[in-house]
């Protein structure tokens, strides 16, 4: 069984610059959440879509964005690249018992911004 | 408020020099627990679900308990490849999120 596929690996970017992160979850999941996790940091909660609708979303900019699809893949769109942005997005999918069932990352987008 | 506390954030074992892990929440109506391991420059992987007060699971040389109030994750004779960053995350009963802790960064010294 194919895992949660994320691309691109690596991403880098300018201040002021729009970034897309792509992810694929596993095969009958239909939730997709984003996570960034700034090094040395730990997980910071950013979107949760599911069944294509916006289920909710971490303290985050209106910059940060995202949508799923009707295959339920997802992307993360961040608007105005700031140095701060700099940090590893993480995507994770789950089933439809949504928060009562284990989540499922994929390896993430480095994310660097110059 | 719901909120998920790992300790000690960092620990240093020699090869074979057993330990525990602590991850102490405040979540109430618990509706699962969950712990993970993160390899530098990975996504976390997934090792367990506990659901109830006295369950405990098992994975080679890693056990994790459940009480009302805290998960033990119990390293037995650890070896350098169990090297990592522990995680565990509980879905929030007020928050509609999964709240995870800042991990436990685990090095066994060979």
């Known amino acids: 069984e194919a895992g949660v596929t994320q691309s691109p690996t690596h991403l880098i970017k300018t201040r002021g610059q729009q970034a897309t992160l792509r992810c694929s979850p596993i095969?009958?999941?239909?939730?997709v959440y984003w996570y960034q996790q700034a090094l040395g940091l730990g997980l910071q909660f950013l979107l949760w879509?599911?069944?294509?609708?916006?289920?909710n979303r971490g303290n985050f900019p209106p910059r940060f964005s995202g949508r799923q699809f009707p295959n339920y893949s997802s992307e993360l769109n961040v608007n105005a690249l700031e140095l701060e942005d700099s940090a590893l997005y993480l995507c994770?999918?789950?089933?439809?018992?949504?928060?009562?069932?284990?989540?499922?990352f994929g390896d993430g987008t480095r994310l660097s911004i110059l | 408020e719901d909120q998920v506390t790992q300790s000690p954030e960092a620990l240093r074992l020699q090869e074979g020099e057993s330990s525990s892990l602590n991850c102490s929440y405040t979540?109430?109506?618990?509706?699962?627990l969950f712990w993970y391991r993160q390899d530098p420059g990975k996504g976390p992987e997934f090792l367990f679900t506990?659901?109830?007060a006295g369950e405990e699971k098992e994975k080679e040389r890693l056990k994790a308990t459940l009480t009302k109030k805290e998960s033990f994750l119990h390293i037995t004779a650890p070896k350098p490849e169990d090297s990592a960053t522990y995680l565990c995350?509980?879905?929030?009963?007020?928050?509609?999120?999964?709240?995870f802790g800042t991990g436990t960064s685990l090095t066994v010294i060979p």
């Open positions: 095969s009958g999941h239909t939730s």
């Open positions: 506990l659901y109830s």
């Open positions: 879509y599911d069944e294509g609708e916006e289920r």
């Open positions: 995350a509980v879905p929030g009963n007020t928050g509609n999120q999964f709240y």
């Open positions: 994770a999918s789950n089933g439809r018992e949504g928060l009562s069932q284990p989540q499922h």
């Open positions: 979540v109430s109506g618990l509706r699962g």
